[in-house]
Nanobody, 124 residues
Framework: QVQLVESGGGLVQAGGSLRLSCAVSRHTFSSYTMGWFRQAPGKEREFVASITWSGGITYYADSVKGRFTISRDNAKNTVYLQMNSLKPDDTAVYYC?????????????????WGQGTQVTVSS
């Protein structure tokens, strides 16, 4: 069983930055592609970013490209999402997810493990 725990959310003004962390409780963390998704009130969950097990390949939603950076530290079983130049439209609950395998993936249904989510609120 893989357990994921997100942290780092909060309230920030537009233009500010936050770094989300996701701690994964499994020693084979390095075998999993990791992803970040978000869900705003009244909207469907959407893909934000994904990173392969080696960290060599990353993929971003167009809406966050150039502002967000996904990274991972396999020695610490942790994946990060650095969010810069935040906008009010980035307000959402952010979820960390894990998918066994070696490819980036934008499809939420392909991820078998999810964290509980962390709230990010960007004020204008």
């Amino acid at each position: 069983q893989v357990q994921l725990v997100e942290s780092g959310g909060g309230l920030v003004q537009a233009g500010g930055s936050l770094r989300l962390s996701c701690a994964v409780s499994r020693h084979t963390f390095s075998s999993y592609t990791m992803g970040w998704f978000r869900q705003a009130p009244g909207k469907e969950r959407e893909f934000v970013a994904s990173i392969t097990w080696s960290g060599g390949i990353t993929y971003y939603a167009d809406s966050v490209k150039g502002r967000f950076t996904i990274s991972r530290d396999n020695a610490k079983n942790t994946v990060y999402l650095q969010m810069n130049s935040l906008k009010p439209d980035d307000t959402a609950v952010y979820y960390c997810a894990a998918r066994y395998g070696t490819v980036v993936d934008t499809t939420a249904a392909e991820y078998g493990y999810w964290g509980q989510g962390t709230q990010v609120t960007v004020s204008s």
